[in-house]
């Protein structure tokens, strides 16, 4: 399975515990190493939102996914 497909199945498996709190997250793309997403729903303008990107999925796909390197949140 390639990058894509690997950040893609990961951030499906973080998703129902996002979803679970209102939110959700959309894959952007991936260049460089960078992950982009953006999150949407309850997320948006949540205190919660840098902490759920960087603490949790950036954390997993970095040690998931070879050549990532970090996550991007677009708003």
């Known amino acids: 399975m390639d990058a894509e497909g690997m950040i893609m199945e990961i951030l499906d498996?973080?998703?129902?515990?996002?979803?679970?709190?209102?939110?959700?997250?959309?894959?952007?793309?991936?260049d460089d190493g960078i992950v982009s997403i953006r999150?949407?729903?309850?997320?948006?303008?949540?205190?919660?939102?840098?902490?759920?990107?960087?603490d949790v999925i950036e954390q997993i796909l970095?040690?998931?996914?070879?050549?990532?390197i970090a996550v991007e949140q677009i708003e």
């Not at 498996?13 to 793309?29: A, F, H, N, S, T």
């Not at 999150?39 to 990107?53: E, K, N, W």
């Open 13 to 30: 498996k973080v998703r129902p515990y996002i979803q679970r709190d209102g939110g959700d997250v959309e894959y952007l793309g991936y």
């Open 39 to 54: 999150l949407t729903g309850a997320c948006v303008g949540c205190g919660f939102a840098d902490s759920t990107v960087h």
């Open 62 to 68: 970095v040690e998931e996914v070879p050549g990532v």
